[in-house]
């Protein structure tokens, strides 16, 4: 790393960086509304996970704010998602600290013609980029030149593109959106895309990666900063939070700074062979009692289940876990089901989330040949906004 101008401060780095990524502002799902606001209550919890990070970076005295992308949903967010992720920005702003990102996969424009909502961004002084080409940046912070090599997610689809670091940076830093060489994500996202390796392959001091929700460290320079939420129970482990970069004359640390969120539990399977509906449903309160589910997010699967034994569960239990929980999902296979792809059961009867249903049949048909990737990400994002609207609807009507 290039030498940088203004010497340690009491034992303090020269420059401190946050690196925030996969935010996710607008993510809804279940029913269950916010008693305060009226608004789905998921799409609050990630809106506060956004301000507890927005906290815990303005309380480390940070000199710069970089985001890798997916800072929405969805490519059209709601104008109250689009005024917090403002207001809480401004934040930052308001601290003299500059903030610079990049569009992730989530928020890209399938057309170049529309319009990004991270273009609101500027209004408070950020700088985003969200088209088809890299960009550059650089600030002054304590005395050294940050460079930052800005490649969104639409520029990533550009198998040819280059990035260098600038000649004169005393730091640089680079800023993208995919998944590195090696690493295996569990599922498979619409528009995601392979970064390629002679991007990561520049000089870089810092590589800030986002899309992958977990801390994780691709080279001792190179790190996907993880989640500031858990958006599914594949995420069921992680730990929500961003990375804290600090550079001085040597070289980078980088360390996970955790954010409080609602937990997410996967329990441990039951596997329900030989038992009739009433074993079931005891076995189902016993597994769910030995966990604090209390106002969490919770996925109970129950395999080789005699058929028929799934609709003789006491609906009573399943009803009070639900009450207690924000959501309970239950997931019974029923005996000689067929292992589906990645592990995961063939459901006989399913009591899970209706979005995560489709999500799945419309990657299957995507994968199958079926549906073209455009058609299937306009359908899903349809589909996506039908299930919502009616969810949040039905308790009022």
Same mark, same amino acid.
């Given at each position: 790393?290039? =030498?940088?101008?203004? $010497?340690?401060?009491? =034992?303090?780095?020269?420059?401190?960086?946050?690196?925030?990524?996969?935010?996710?502002?607008?993510?809804?799902?279940?029913?269950?509304?916010?008693?305060?606001?009226?608004?789905?209550?998921?799409?609050?919890?990630?809106?506060?996970?956004?301000?507890?990070?927005?906290?815990?970076?303005?309380?480390?005295?940070? &000199?710069?704010?970089?985001?890798?992308? &997916?800072? *929405?949903?969805?490519?059209?967010?709601?104008?109250?998602?689009?005024?917090?992720?403002?207001?809480?920005?401004?934040?930052?702003?308001?601290?003299?600290?500059?903030?610079?990102?990049?569009?992730?996969?989530?928020?890209?424009?399938?057309?170049?013609?529309?319009?990004?909502?991270?273009?609101?961004?500027?209004?408070?002084?950020?700088? *985003?980029?969200?088209?088809?080409?890299?960009? %550059?940046?650089?600030?002054?912070?304590?005395?050294?030149?940050?460079?930052?090599?800005?490649?969104?997610?639409?520029?990533?689809?550009?198998?040819?593109?280059?990035?260098?670091?600038?000649?004169?940076?005393?730091?640089?830093?680079?800023?993208? /959106? =995919?998944?590195? #060489?090696?690493?295996?994500?569990?599922? /498979?996202?619409?528009?995601?895309?392979?970064? $390629?390796?002679?991007?990561?392959?520049?000089?870089? &001091?810092?590589?800030?990666?986002?899309?992958?929700?977990?801390?994780?460290?691709?080279? $001792?320079?190179? %790190? %996907?900063?993880?989640?500031? !939420?858990?958006?599914?129970?594949?995420?069921?482990?992680?730990? #929500?939070?961003?990375?804290?970069?600090?550079?001085?004359?040597?070289?980078?640390?980088?360390?996970?700074?955790?954010?409080?969120?609602?937990?997410?539990?996967?329990?441990?399977?039951?596997?329900?062979?030989?038992?009739?509906?009433?074993?079931?449903?005891?076995?189902?309160?016993?597994?769910?009692?030995?966990?604090?589910?209390?106002?969490?997010?919770?996925?109970? +699967?129950?395999?080789?289940?005699?058929?028929?034994?799934a609709a003789g569960v006491d609906r009573e239990v399943l009803r009070e876990l639900r009450?207690?929980?924000? &959501?309970?999902?239950?997931?019974?296979?029923?005996?000689?089901?067929?292992?589906?792809?990645?592990?995961? !059961?063939?459901?006989?009867?399913?009591? =899970?989330?209706?979005?995560?249903?489709?999500?799945?049949?419309?990657?299957?048909?995507?994968?199958?040949? +079926?549906?073209?990737?455009?058609?299937?990400?306009?359908?899903? !994002?349809?589909?996506?906004?039908?299930?919502?609207?009616?969810?949040?609807?039905? $308790?009022?009507?």
């Amino acid at each position: 790393m290039a =030498g940088i101008r203004q $010497p340690e401060r009491g =034992g303090a780095p020269a420059v401190r960086v946050a690196h925030i990524s996969d935010t996710h502002l607008g993510y809804s799902r279940y029913a269950r509304l916010c008693p305060k606001t009226g608004r789905n209550q998921r799409e609050v919890d990630v809106s506060e996970a956004y301000a507890r990070a927005v906290d815990a970076i303005l309380e480390r005295d940070v &000199d710069l704010v970089i985001h890798s992308g &997916d800072v *929405f949903d969805s490519v059209r967010p709601a104008t109250h998602v689009v005024v917090h992720f403002l207001k809480q920005t401004a934040r930052i702003i308001g601290r003299n600290i500059p903030y610079y990102g990049i569009a992730g996969n989530h928020e890209t424009p399938r057309l170049r013609a529309t319009t990004a909502a991270l273009e609101y961004a500027t209004l408070v002084g950020a700088r *985003f980029v969200h088209g088809f080409e890299p960009d %550059y940046g650089a600030v002054e912070v304590r005395g050294a030149r940050v460079g930052l090599s800005l490649v969104p997610h639409g520029a990533v689809a550009d198998r040819e593109v280059v990035v260098t670091p600038g000649r004169d940076d005393d730091i640089s830093i680079l800023v993208t /959106h =995919g998944t590195v #060489p090696g690493l295996r994500i569990r599922g /498979h996202e619409l528009g995601e895309v392979d970064l $390629p390796g002679h991007v990561l392959d520049g000089s870089f &001091d810092y590589v800030a990666l986002g899309h992958y929700h977990y801390f994780h460290p691709h080279r $001792p320079n190179a %790190y %996907y900063a993880g989640a500031t !939420e858990r958006f599914g129970f594949g995420e069921a482990d992680s730990r #929500p939070g961003f990375a804290l970069v600090e550079f001085d004359g040597e070289g980078v640390r980088v360390e996970h700074v955790p954010i409080p969120c609602r937990p997410m539990l996967d329990l441990p399977r039951i596997d329900a062979s030989g038992m009739d509906a009433a074993e079931l449903t005891e076995a189902i309160r016993e597994r769910a009692g030995r966990a604090e589910i209390d106002g969490a997010v919770v996925r109970l +699967k129950v395999v080789e289940a005699p058929r028929g034994a799934a609709a003789g569960v006491d609906r009573e239990v399943l009803r009070e876990l639900r009450r207690r929980c924000l &959501d309970f999902s239950l997931e019974i296979s029923e005996a000689g089901a067929e292992e589906a792809a990645g592990g995961e !059961e063939t459901a006989g009867a399913a009591f =899970g989330p209706l979005e995560e249903e489709f999500r799945a049949f419309v990657e299957r048909r995507r994968e199958s040949g +079926k549906i073209g990737r455009t058609f299937a990400e306009r359908f899903l !994002e349809a589909g996506l906004g039908y299930l919502r609207r009616a969810g949040e609807e039905g $308790p009022a009507a």
